[in-house]
């Protein structure tokens, strides 16, 4: 099982271009979130997907779309870049859709490092 | 909104010493608290969960706490290897159990020979 996979590792792009951050995971898991990291902070939630067909925005969703394309796969689109979007992105999984569940951990992609000139 | 504090400061310690992490919070307490461990350059991948009704979770040489009279989490690394030395990432659930995560900054701990 590869896990959760990002593409591309790394981007950079010009202020105003557009991309699209594809993840997918293998685990079968219903919940996948986008998170950004910057430095000197915590990893910041833009965006969750609660199971396949739902998604909603979390934390600091200004800026970014999100499509849950099927259960696998969860892409995050940023319309218009800005160099306050360079950060690096992770995307996650997570086995429940809510409730008290056991299954509450977040298995975590290597991260999209987007670079904003 | 809800605050979540790690030691900014890095963490050093003495190869076999225990290294014990804090996480403070505000506001109202979790459903859950986790642990993570982040190397440079890669995901978070997660250690230990513990419940708002735990007082204390084990698993091997992590031992986590979690007091909710004093809002806060300690993580402790016993017989702690240089092979531990990473960046620690405490995550609190406020949303009653949904997994949507508010995230610390993390304490990065060295463990020297």
């Known amino acids: 099982n590869a896990g959760v996979t990002q593409t591309p590792k790394f981007q950079v792009l010009k202020t105003g271009q557009s991309m699209t951050l594809q993840c997918a995971q293998d685990?079968?898991?219903?919940?996948m979130y986008w998170y950004r990291q910057d430095p000197g902070m915590g990893l910041r939630l833009i965006y969750y997907?609660?199971?396949?067909?739902?998604?909603d925005k979390g934390e600091v969703p200004n800026g970014y779309n999100v499509s849950r394309l099927n259960k696998r796969e969860f892409s995050l689109r940023l319309e218009s870049a800005a160099p306050s979007q360079t950060s690096v992105y992770f995307c996650?999984?997570?086995?429940?859709?809510?409730?008290?569940?056991?299954?509450?951990?977040?298995?975590f992609g290597p991260g999209t490092r987007l670079t904003v000139l | 909104s809800q605050k979540i504090e790690q030691n900014s400061e890095a963490l050093n310690i003495q190869e076999g010493k225990t290294a014990t992490l804090t996480c403070n919070y505000t506001?109202?307490?979790?459903?859950?608290l986790q642990w993570y461990r982040q190397d440079p350059g890669r995901g978070p991948v997660f250690l230990l969960l513990?419940?708002?009704?735990?007082k204390e979770k084990r698993k091997e040489r992590l031992k986590v706490t979690f007091d909710t009279t004093l809002k806060q989490s300690l993580f402790h690394i016993t017989a702690s290897q240089p092979a531990d030395s990473a960046t620690y990432l405490c995550?609190?659930?406020?949303?009653?159990?949904?997994?949507?995560?508010?995230f610390g900054a993390g304490t990065r701990l060295a463990v020297h020979p």
């Open positions: 995550a609190l659930d406020f949303s009653g159990g949904y997994n949507k995560l508010i």
């Open positions: 513990i419940r708002e009704n735990e």
């Open positions: 996650a999984s997570s086995h429940t859709s809510g409730g008290y569940s056991s299954y509450n951990e977040q298995f």
């Open positions: 685990m079968n898991h219903n919940s």
């Open positions: 506001n109202y307490s979790p459903a859950y």
């Open positions: 997907s609660a199971s396949e067909g739902t998604t």
